[in-house]
């Protein structure tokens, strides 16, 4: 073989090593992706709510004063949970993974708020505890003639623990029934924070 031939072929296989070097990654890449299943690809833990709802902008909260609904809700993303005067425990687990949730949101911690809807009148000493157990936790006491639009708008009467997410535009988007995982929240709620610009 001359050593112009020689050369040639040499020159071939770096070229063709390059090629598979920079090439190859990038059709595994695209092989794995359209032979992963699809479902598998776009799962998320919690349920969307579809469409999303709206918060209703008329409705009021009790908090030191009356505050509108919406105002409580606008600009941070919020995990919900809906309780009654005893947090019993489904209560007490939602919010313990809802704060869990937020606190692995590392720096990203501050974007997100937790809001407990009180559904009675609750005596102090309840109030008072939940406090003492979850000092970042927001209490609004919903007026009695609001509690029925709460109840139809979250499907919750304050009895099953769940965890619902609203947008930082007021839109009630995601929910999470009692038997979630807080690991779940966490993930779902970081791509949410990750994906989002606003809040």
């Known amino acids: 073989m001359s050593g112009t031939t020689a050369n040639r072929t040499r020159n071939r296989i770096t070229l063709?090593?390059?090629?598979?070097v920079f090439v190859g990654p990038l059709?595994?890449?695209?092989?794995?992706?359209?032979?992963?299943?699809?479902?598998?690809?776009?799962?998320?833990?919690?349920?969307?709510?579809?469409?999303?709802?709206p918060?209703?902008?008329?409705?009021?909260?009790?908090?030191?004063?009356?505050?509108?609904?919406?105002?409580?809700f606008t600009g941070k993303w919020t995990l919900v949970v809906v309780g009654g005067?005893?947090?019993?425990?489904?209560?007490?687990l939602a919010l313990y993974k809802s704060r869990q949730s937020r606190l692995a949101q590392g720096e990203a911690v501050r974007r997100?708020?937790?809001?407990?809807?009180?559904?009675?009148?609750?005596?102090?000493?309840?109030?008072?505890?939940?406090?003492?157990?979850?000092?970042?936790?927001?209490?609004?006491?919903?007026?009695?003639?609001?509690?029925?639009?709460?109840?139809?708008l979250f499907e919750d009467d304050g009895s099953g623990g769940s965890v619902y997410v609203v947008d930082p535009l007021g839109n009630y988007m995601m929910r999470f029934d009692g038997a979630f995982e807080a690991k779940g929240l966490a993930?779902?709620?970081?791509?949410?924070?990750?994906?989002?610009?606003?809040?």
Do not use: F
């Not at 063709?16 to 598979?20: A, D, K």
């Not at 559904?119 to 006491?141: K, N």
């Open 55 to 72: 918060l209703p902008v008329d409705l009021t909260l009790v908090e030191s004063g009356e505050i509108p609904l919406k105002d409580a």
């Open 16 to 20: 063709l090593l390059l090629l598979l």
């Open 85 to 92: 005067t005893e947090c019993g425990g489904p209560c007490r």
């Open 187 to 199: 993930q779902d709620l970081r791509l949410l924070l990750r994906a989002s610009q606003i809040g």
């Open 112 to 152: 997100v708020q937790r809001i407990y809807l009180l559904l009675a009148d609750a005596p102090g000493d309840t109030l008072e505890r939940l406090r003492a157990d979850h000092p970042d936790l927001r209490i609004l006491r919903v007026p009695v003639p609001e509690r029925a639009r709460i109840v139809t």
């Open 27 to 53: 059709g595994y890449a695209v092989w794995v992706y359209n032979t992963m299943d699809q479902p598998a690809r776009m799962k998320n833990h919690g349920t969307l709510v579809q469409p999303p709802r």
